[in-house]
């Protein structure tokens, strides 16, 4: 039987990570090998990936020897970073940097990067239709990746760059999900008035990478941006109080209400929200569903998604 090629897979405890070494491990046919990266080789993630037959491989970004260790012998990498353990573009950078350097170093066939568009590009810094963050950002966790696609260019590293969606598990995990208010009624709130806004689940993103890695070299130096469905929040509220067996509205609020919310990151997803918004033409166009179903067949539109995961949505 020949060698399986390595996927070295940063974040694999994590949601776009973890969706793609299931990806791999559940293909019992696949050509590819899965080592998983991780901080916590004990965690009970990355043992169940062992489980499924995972290598689990100890490295830390702040740590550049193990990520060049990591890569070692590797075929690919998928190379991905979280902003919200740290809110800091500038860690971001770094890491994106290494994971370049490591993968340029250890003579990699094909990385997948997972970043989004540095939206500077449509709203320059002296733009005033949103407030500019930390001087140097619109909205730093899409401006940093964005920014940091250079690395991987310069390093003549063959990499596809990979654009996902607005996660729908935000409506689980990330206080995204309905709310109760006053009257009891529930309300999704966002920003975007009847603006279409792509979407996807996070186990959809791992599989749609899968995807890209199965084509291998024809998608080198390609932008593939994910999504499972492009619903308005009207749409999205639909679907919610058919999936929950409530009503759920659609509370429309302006991005400089949404901002004004006060938790964490709130001016930067206002932001975000906005830029959803005012370019939901340019957005939808770099996130091609039907591209997302060729990748991956079990891709799920936002009532499947719902289907599988509504009652996971905590309600106020």
């Known amino acids: ?86 809110y800091s573009p500038e860690q971001e950078d770094a890491e ?49 990746k964005g920014e940091a696609d250079k690395y991987f260019i310069e390093a003549g590293v063959p990499t596809t760059f990979l654009l996902a969606s607005f996660y729908w598990e935000n409506l689980i995990y990330f206080g995204a999900g309905p709310k109760r208010g006053s009257d009891g009624k529930l309300a999704i709130t966002f920003p975007m008035g009847d603006k279409r806004m792509s979407g996807i689940g996070a186990e959809d993103i791992g599989k749609c990478a899968y995807g890209i890695f199965k084509r291998g070299s024809s998608l080198v130096g390609k932008h593939i941006g994910v999504a499972g469905e492009e619903p308005t929040c009207t749409q999205m509220a639909a679907s919610l109080s058919k999936a929950l ?46 591209f997302s179903k060729e990748l991956n067949p079990e891709l799920q539109n936002f009532d499947q998604w719902l289907a599988a995961n509504a009652s996971k949505i905590p309600l106020d």
């Open 1 to 86: 039987m020949s060698q399986k090629k390595i996927i070295t897979i940063f974040g694999a405890t994590g949601a776009q990570g973890g969706g793609l070494a299931r990806a791999i491990l559940n293909d019992k046919n696949s050509e590819f090998a899965v080592r998983a990266v991780t901080r916590d080789p004990n965690s009970d993630k990355a043992k169940a990936l062992a489980a499924l037959g995972a290598e689990v491989v100890q490295a830390d970004l702040g740590h550049p020897q193990s990520v060049y260790r990591a890569m070692e012998g590797a075929y690919g990498a998928y190379c991905v970073t979280f902003f919200w353990a740290h």
């Open 96 to 144: 994106a940097r290494l994971m370049a350097a490591a993968a340029k170093a250890a003579g990699l066939k094909h990385v997948i990067w997972s970043t989004l568009e540095d939206t500077r590009e449509l709203v320059p810094l002296h733009d005033d239709r949103m407030p500019t963050i930390n001087e140097k950002y619109k909205i730093p966790h899409f401006d940093a």
């Open 245 to 290: 067996g409530e009503e759920v509205r659609y509370n429309d609020v302006s991005p400089d209400v949404y901002r004004s919310f006060g938790f964490p990151g709130a001016i930067e997803l206002g932001n975000m929200f906005q830029f959803y918004r005012d370019f939901e033409e340019q957005c939808i166009a770099v996130r091609n569903v039907a």
